[in-house]
Structures are given as structure tokens and as C-alpha cells.
């Protein structure tokens, strides 16, 4: 069985321009994860998925940040425009509804 | 609020030596605990986790952690670390109320085995 899948795994953009993540889940899992990770932290959810409803986006910075799940299969994490402290590895996670999450191995971006 | 606090950021043993990494958590209801490994350039891995069961619990790859409400800890060992051991570990709490939807990870410890 395939993973969680994420592109790309390394980005490096200028500061101010536009990024998008991608994220393809397990097949069948209905709950969706997107988790940003800073250098030498632990993950920090910014935003979680049951099919297509964003259930939980309070750590979401919606100023710059925004999410979506067409279908409540892939999900796509867009940063516009992007700042320097964004720099961080961004992990997508997947699970079936209430169950042991599994993750992808993260896009890990730079913001020059 | 839930919250864990892992004590050292980086620990080396030697190859064959006892593995222990130390969690403790703080929460306002019985918790839910996790143990989970990344290696590198990798998303991380579940080890073992603890639902109100039994309060030790064995993971995959000989590890294992023993709940101690007491003692508010949830420390992971494995009695005889192997070189493929290094990674980075993190302990992650949550309400069991939201299952395993809402994990509170701590800043991870960085293991190092020394051959």
C-alpha cells in the first residue's frame, strides 16, 4: 500500500513570491493533516480535514495561508505571499476517521 | 491545555547499551500518549501509544514505554540500542476526547548511537 505522498520535497523560492504543496493521502482515509515543523520543534497543526470540511483551521494564519480538499482526496497548502520565517518543513498526514495518523515525508521549504 | 516536555534535546549510548528517553506530560484529563520516530528526510512513524490500557506498551522495533500517571512521564526505552536506532523521537499527547485527531507534539530528541 502507497504512503502518504507529498511534492515537492524541496522548494526554495524569494521571499514574497507564491508556493503550493501538494499532498495525496492513503487511499480510503478520510481525515487530512497539513502540519508545519520549524527547525528543531516538533509538528504544529495548521489545519485538518474530514473528506472535504476544513474541521479545524484555528492555528491556520489566514492572512497569507489558505487550504483546500476538492473531492476530500488530495489537498493542496498554498503560502502567498511567502516571508522568510516560513522557512520550515511542511508534513501532510492522513488517517481514517479518529485513527493512528500516518505521515508523508514533508516538503521542506527556504525562503531566501 | 495538554502539553509534554522531553527532557534533552540530544542523547547518544553506545550500540548495545540501554536506550531511555524521557516524556513528561501535562494534561487536565486522562491523556492519550505517543511515541513517534522520524528519520532523516523522512514524516515520522508511529513507535507505540497508550489509550487507558495497559500501562506498558510495547512498540515496534523493541521499544517500549511505561505510563506512570504518578509520575506524569511517559518514557520510552529499548533495552540494547542498534546503529538503525538514530533518529529523532517525539513524544505527542492527546485528549482522548478527539482520539488520535489532536496530538500535542513535544520538540523531539535527537538520538545518537555511538559504535
Not at chain 1, 62 to 83: C, H, N, Y
Not at chain 2, 33 to 50: A, M, R
Not at chain 2, 71 to 85: C, G, N
Amino acid at each position: 500500500e502507497a504512503g502518504v505522498v507529498q511534492s515537492p520535497r524541496y522548494k526554495i523560492i524569494e521571499k514574497k513570491q507564491p508556493v503550493a504543496f501538494w499532498c495525496n493521502p492513503i487511499s480510503g482515509h478520510n481525515t487530512l493533516y497539513w502540519y508545519l515543523q520549524n527547525l528543531g520543534q516538533g509538528p504544529e497543526l495548521l489545519i485538518r480535514y474530514e473528506n472535504e470540511e476544513a474541521v479545524d483551521d484555528s492555528q491556520l494564519p489566514k492572512d497569507r495561508f489558505s487550504a483546500e480538499r476538492l473531492k476530500g482526496v488530495d489537498s493542496t497548502l498554498k503560502i502567498q505571499p511567502a516571508e522568510l520565517g516560513d522557512s520550515a518543513v511542511y508534513l501532510c498526514a492522513s488517517s481514517p476517521r479518529g485513527e493512528t495518523q500516518y505521515f508523508g515525508p514533508g516538503t521542506r521549504l527556504l525562503v531566501l | 491545555a495538554q502539553s509534554v516536555t522531553q527532557l534533552g534535546s540530544h542523547v547518544s549510548v553506545s550500540e548495545g547499551a540501554l536506550v531511555l528517553l524521557r516524556c513528561n506530560y501535562s494534561s487536565s484529563v486522562p491523556p492519550y500518549l505517543f511515541w513517534y520516530v522520524q528519520y532523516p528526510n523522512q514524516g515520522l512513524q508511529l513507535l507505540l501509544k497508550y489509550t487507558s490500557a495497559a500501562t506498558l506498551v510495547k512498540g515496534i522495533n523493541g521499544f517500549e514505554a511505561e505510563f506512570k500517571k504518578s509520575e506524569t512521564s511517559f518514557h520510552l526505552t529499548k533495552p540494547s540500542a542498534h546503529m538503525s536506532d538514530a533518529a529523532e523521537y517525539f513524544c505527542a499527547v492527546s485528549d482522548p476526547n478527539f482520539g488520535n485527531e489532536k496530538l500535542t507534539f513535544g520538540t523531539g530528541t535527537r538520538l545518537t548511537i555511538i559504535p
